[in-house]
């Protein structure tokens, strides 16, 4: 393990050496979301965790945090590690993120697998939701954000992942309610790469939780071609790195 270090505005850490594999959390998550699978993925690849802008140890950035303003910190990162190729593995924003990536820096992309996350922009309901969001957490953060994780959780789970959920939400506080605002906002903003993500000759996955009420598994089934993007469905809601750990361990080995 190398230490933490704060370089390019981007708090984040190394571990292992091979290719270069970066994790990038969700919305109101931080690196430490992949903590439980560094151990093993580190064995043959060059792991990169960040927290992303406005999240864990990294600041918000100035206006609304685009995920193309994102990903151009990332790739700051990248060069000053001298990273030239990288694969990614997003849980939701995080798959945003990569994808906003990959339209920049199609060059430097190896590969994305999307967990729990999607090509698609958000429709003009869910921008709607966001700005609900918004002003219900400008009230009460604390509520607000209790809320949003327990239903990030299948519901069939909810009573046996007591414990973390609890966590997961203590984890969540620690994203400022700018943060929150900021990256709210950055995600209605973020471009619709379906197109991007069909036509892309990367390694494409999709990880996707039967039960994930945020991204429809089955309209993701019958949207992409499952011969030019692999696909699994797995048995949880949009937090499968919890719900399901062994499984996505395992598919994540294999990317």
């Not at 973020?190 to 009420?213: E, H, I, V, Y």
Request: charged share 20%.
């Amino acid at each position: 393990m190398k230490p933490t270090k704060v370089q390019s505005s981007l708090f984040y850490e190394e571990f292992g050496s091979g290719d270069a594999l970066c994790l990038l959390h969700g919305f109101l998550e931080n690196r430490k979301m992949w903590l439980p699978f560094v151990e093993k993925l580190s064995i043959k690849n060059h792991i990169i965790l960040v927290d992303l802008p406005g999240h864990g140890n990294s600041n918000v950035l100035p206006g609304d945090n685009t995920m193309s303003k994102m990903a151009v910190s990332l790739n700051q990162l990248f060069d000053d590690l001298g990273v030239n190729q990288v694969k990614f593995v997003g849980h939701s924003m995080g798959g945003y993120v990569a994808l906003a990536y990959a339209a920049l820096f199609p060059e430097k992309t190896a590969g994305i697998c999307l967990l729990n996350s999607t090509p698609e922009a958000d429709t003009e309901a869910r921008k709607e939701l966001r700005q609900h969001g918004i002003a219900v957490a400008q009230k009460n953060y604390k509520a607000m954000i209790s809320m949003s994780v327990a239903n990030l959780f299948s519901e069939e789970l909810r009573g046996k992942l007591k414990e973390e959920i609890s966590y997961t939400k203590k984890e969540a506080l620690k994203t400022p309610l700018a943060g929150y605002v900021a990256c709210q906002n950055g995600m209605a903003l973020r471009s619709d790469n379906t197109l991007l993500w069909k036509q892309a000759r990367f390694k494409k996955w999709m990880l996707l939780g039967a039960q994930d009420t945020l991204i429809s598994a089955e309209q993701m089934l019958e949207k992409f071609d499952r011969s030019d993007v692999e696909i699994n469905v797995l048995s949880g809601g949009h937090m499968l790195n919890i719900e399901n750990f062994d499984a996505v361990s395992a598919f994540l080995l294999n990317f």
